[in-house]
Every structure is written in C-alpha cells, then in structure tokens.
C-alpha cells in the first residue's frame, strides 16, 4: 500500500491491523464469556467452572491443565480440537465431565488420551476419524458414549467400563482394527450399527443383561468366529449378524422371541451352511411367539 494514500487517509500500518483484528475478536470474545489462556480459549459456565472451547495452537503433545485463571476446568466444548491435525498426544484433567460433540473430530495423528475420573459422557463423533488412535481407557463412572463417537477410529481393542449403561447407535462403526471388545453388565441394547464393518472384529464379549441386539449392530464383521449370546436376550434384529462369514456354531438362548429378517444372512460361507439353514428354519417357531 502506498504509504503517502495510508498517511492521507490516517490508515493503521499493515503489521497493525492484525493486532487490531486480533483485539477486536478479544472483545467479541469477552463479551460473549469466552477468554483466552494461552492457546486455549474458554468459556465460563454459570457454576463458576471453565470448559476449553478451542484450541489454537499446534503442539504435538498437549497437557490440558485442570485450573485456568482459577477456574476449575469441567469439560471440553463441541469441536474444541477438531481438525488438530499437529496433535498426537493429549492428556485430559481430572474433573472433565464432558467431552464435547466433535470435539476431536478428523485429529489424524492423534495416537493417545488420557482421561481420568469425573468422565460421565462423550458427546456424537467425539473421536471419528481419528486413525491412528489405536486405544482409550474410558475411566469408571463413565455413562454414556454418543452418536458414531468412535466412528473409523484406530481402536484396536475397547474394554468399557462398568457403570456404562448407554452406547448409542454407529458408536464403533467401521473401526476397522479393531479385534476385541468388551461390553460390561449394564448395557441392555446393542443399537442399530454399533459394530458394523468392524471388519477384524474376532472376539465380543456380550454381558449379562443384555436384552436386545439391534439391526445390522454386527454387519459385516469377517472375522467374527464366536459370540456366546447370553440368556436374558430377547431380541436379534434384522440383518445383526448378515455377512459374518467365520461365525462358528452357536444356539439362541431360549430367551429370544424375535430374531429379524436376514439376521444371520451370508453366515454359511465357511461350511456350516447346513447348520445355518436348520437355525433359519427353527426361527420361524421362535419368531411365532407372542411377545409377553
């Protein structure tokens, strides 16, 4: 810019105007309650706590403090870190309670997590896409996990805790390393896609309890070969386990009313073609009981 027409008209230096930028979004910031701490920006909660709203900087490992401007810090907000692309290990704070929706959305390199005590819930695409994490251990007392929160994630192997009593639906959806999960006793329903395309899955231990199997929440996992249904289940939706080639012999507990159409469809590849054909035919009794 010419510097005599900058003069003339009283136009801030070029190296000023992102300060002034700057400064301005710190007030639009400050109005709205959200604050700057170094990297981070956070937002005060009407209890007095602070949750880290974004992330800006592009450290490779990141220890989120507990206490920021002594404000206790109690969540990670929506999208707070998505698309952290530098990120690769991160440790949480005790006391989180909340880890947002997308709050870890497409971090590529992301490897590691820590998460401590006072977890309750991870929000929808938590963690989706984050490839290269291959394990998390979700601390006890740890409700629920959201919508497709893991979705194609790295996760070789899961060990939920108990205490969980919600897993909503797609949550490990296309997790395709992952080989082992275990469910603990609390979780009634495996909902509509839970596992699905979870292409190495080997081995899941179902828990006591448990009720129903929803639609298609075993879709096209190849490498399936045992599940030891438990007696209790009520349910097996349709399509639950269509297109697990390696599935062993096994027997519904004689619990179950209602198994849905093509549950165990493509489940006679590898030679037990007449024992999945016997246990399609005696379905049909089973399906024909009333629900109570």
Known sequence: MNENFRERYDMPAP?????????????????SGRLIYGEFIYKLLEDDTAVIYLYRGKERALFVPEWIDGYRVTGIWDRAFRDCISLEEIILPKGVTRI????FL????????????????????????????????LPEGTKSIGYRAFYHSGLDQIIL???LTCIDIKAFEDCEMLRKAVLPKGIDCIKYRTFYGCRRLER??????????????????FKLQE?????????????AFECCFRLKEFRPPKSVKRIGKGAFNECFKTGNKRFFEELLIGLM????VPDE
Request: charge should be negative.
């Open 15 to 31: 190296e000023n105007i992102q300060l002034m930028l700057q400064r301005k979004a710190e007030e639009e910031m400050f109005k």
């Open 100 to 103: 947002g929706f997308e709050a």
């Open 106 to 137: 497409r971090c590529v390199n992301l490897k590691s997590i820590i998460l401590q005590e006072g977890l309750i819930e991870i929000a929808g695409k938590a963690f989706c896409e984050c490839r290269k994490l291959r394990g998390i251990q």
């Open 161 to 163: 805790p108990e205490g």
């Open 204 to 221: 899941i231990d179902l828990p006591e309890g448990l009720k129903r199997i929803g639609d298609n929440a075993f879709s096209f996992c």
């Open 227 to 239: 599940i030891v249904l438990p007696e209790g289940l009520t349910e097996i939706g349709e399509g």
């Open 285 to 288: 009794d089973i399906n024909a």
